[in-house]
C-alpha cells in the first residue's frame, strides 16, 4: 500500500503532465465567458472532460450544474471538489465576449481547471483503489449573484426556487451525501503567494428595486410626469449618506447599479429598476445595515 506522501507525489506527476492540456482548457473557457445559469458551452465542455476520464457525468443540475463521482476501493466519506461555472459581467476586461460583455474577471475558469486537475489526478486507477470513500467533482453554476431581474424571471417559471447555483443544487440535494466540500479560488493578491486558506466570507441580502412614476413628454409637458428616475437618485443619495455610520471593522459594503434607466431621452422615466447587495461581516451589522438601505429606498 503506497503511503501518502507517494500518493501525493504521483498526484503531483500526473498534474505536471497534463498542465499544457489543463491550460488551454481555462483558456477556452476564458475565451468564451458565460453568466450564470447560462453557462451551456462551458457545462458541455467539462462533461466531456469526465467522461474522457472514464466518469459518467450527470448534467443539468440547477440548469448548468455537471457532477460526476469516483469510488474508491472501500466504503468512507464522500468530499466534494468544486468549480465554478459562470462569468462576471465587465464590458471593460481584455477577455470580455463583444456581445454580452461577460468576462471570466474573478478567475473562475482557473477554477475549472483546477477541479479537472485534480479529477485527472484523483481518478487515475493508481491512486483511487488506494482511496476509501467518493469524490464527487461538481460544476456549479451561478456563483456571482448578477442579473437578478433575469434569474427572478427563471424562478416564477419553475426553473430554479433559488438565485444562486449552490443554494439551488443544495436544494435538489446534490449535497445531501456529501460530508466534505472543497475548492480552490484566484486572488488578485501577490502577497498571498501561491495559496492561502480563507477562514471567514461576508455575507450578503441581494435587492432588485423598482422606481415606479408617470410618463410625459419631457420636452412639452414634463409637468405632467412622474420621474421614476429622480426618485432613484434620492434613494442612491440617501443610502450614501448613511456610509458614515458604517463601522469599517463590520465591512459593511453597498453598491447599487441602475439596471434600466428609461425608455427615452423624450420621456419622463416611468419605470427604472435598481439591483444592490449589501455585504457586512457578521449578522448583526448585515441587517442593520440593510434596515438603513431600505429607509433610504422608500
Known sequence: MPSKEDLKRRADEIIDAKADDLISIAKTILSNPEPGFREVKTAKLVAEQFGSLG??????????????????????????????????????????????????????????????????????????????????????????????????????????????????????GEFDDVHLAMMLHTTSNPAEQQICISNTNNGSVAKRIQFIGRASHAGGAPHLGVNALNAAMMAMTAINFNRETFRDEDSIRVHPIITKGGEAVSAVPADVRMETFVRGRNLEALMDANTKVDRALR
Open 55 to 172: 466518469l459518467q457525468p450527470r448534467s443539468g443540475l440547477a440548469i448548468t450544474g455537471v457532477r460526476a463521482d469516483a469510488s474508491g476501493s472501500t466504503p468512507g466519506p464522500t468530499m466534494a471538489v468544486l468549480g465554478e461555472l459562470d462569468s462576471l459581467i465587465v464590458g471593460e476586461h481584455p477577455h470580455a465576449d463583444p456581445n454580452t460583455n461577460a468576462a471570466h474577471a474573478c478567475g473562475h475558469h482557473c477554477q475549472i481547471a483546477m477541479m479537472l486537475g485534480a479529477a485527472s489526478a484523483l481518478t487515475s486507477s493508481d491512486i483511487l483503489e488506494s482511496l476509501a470513500g467518493r469524490i464527487a467533482f461538481m460544476a456549479v453554476p451561478a456563483e456571482e449573484y448578477i442579473e437578478i431581474e433575469y434569474r427572478d424571471g427563471l424562478r416564477k417559471d419553475g426553473k430554479i426556487e433559488f438565485l444562486g447555483g449552490k443554494p439551488e443544487m443544495v436544494r435538489l
